[in-house]
């Protein structure tokens, strides 16, 4: 019974360096969203994607972020050039064919850039 | 931007006691809520949901209500126990497929 697994749980980075995020959905899922959540504070959308395609990128920063979700693998989030102000936690979502409807969030990654 | 917001950032209740969160969307056109609890160090569980044609949605101790006329959303936690304390969140889906999501209460039970 996997659920949405996101690795690492925890990655330092120095600034200037690249950050790799790694999400694998739940079985069966199809859509991928990702989220980043600052302290004391809500999730912000970033993007969604489905199998090789980026359906909705409207929340990611136009540079130095990008995302996919290939065939077959986890969907990656990348951030180049690291900056002080990337430090969050990136959390994954899920949901199944049915679409953007119940999501299923992992566990999240905690990025700490120095 | 969408916004959705929550009245009461920090609740605290008895155990035992019923617990009321209350959260106001921006968007009326939103068709699907969903509540989500967060406990320190995890990601958001999926505790229950609704569809915008419903105003209300029972599931095991809780239930959410949704007030389409004032854009509010509710989530009750009957007999709250110790377990249930964490940050609670709302997030309403635009008609754009996205989901916006509340900076969230922390609701403290104290046994």
């Known amino acids: 019974n996997a659920g949405v697994m996101q690795n690492p749980r925890h990655l330092v980075r120095r600034r200037g360096q690249e950050a790799r995020l790694r999400c694998s959905p739940m079985?069966?899922?199809?859509?991928v969203y990702w989220y980043r959540q600052l302290p004391e504070e809500g999730l912000k959308f970033m993007v969604y994607l489905q199998k090789e395609n980026i359906i909705d990128e409207s929340g990611m920063p136009k540079e130095r972020f990008s995302a996919e979700f290939p065939k077959e693998g986890p969907s990656i989030l990348r951030i180049q050039q690291v900056v002080r102000g990337d430090s969050a936690a990136y959390f994954c979502?899920?949901?199944?064919?049915?679409?953007?409807?119940?999501?299923?969030f992992g566990p999240g990654t905690r990025l700490t850039v120095t | 931007g969408e916004s959705v917001g929550l009245h009461l950032p920090t609740l605290s209740v008895q155990e035992g006691d019923n617990s009321i969160i209350n959260c106001a969307y921006s968007n009326s056109a939103s068709d699907y809520f969903i509540w989500y609890k967060q406990e320190s160090g995890k990601g958001p569980q999926f505790i229950i949901d609704i569809r915008s044609n419903m105003d209300k949605r029972q599931g095991q101790r809780v239930t959410v209500l949704l007030n389409k006329t004032v854009k509010h959303l509710s989530l009750q936690i009957a007999a709250t126990q110790p377990g249930d304390s964490a940050v609670y969140f709302c997030?309403?889906?635009?008609?754009?497929?996205?989901?916006?999501f509340g900076t969230g209460t922390s609701l403290t039970v104290i046994p």
């Open positions: 079985k069966g899922h199809s859509h």
């Open positions: 997030a309403e889906r635009t008609p754009g497929n996205q989901f916006y």
């Open positions: 979502a899920s949901s199944g064919s049915g679409g953007p409807y119940e999501q299923y």
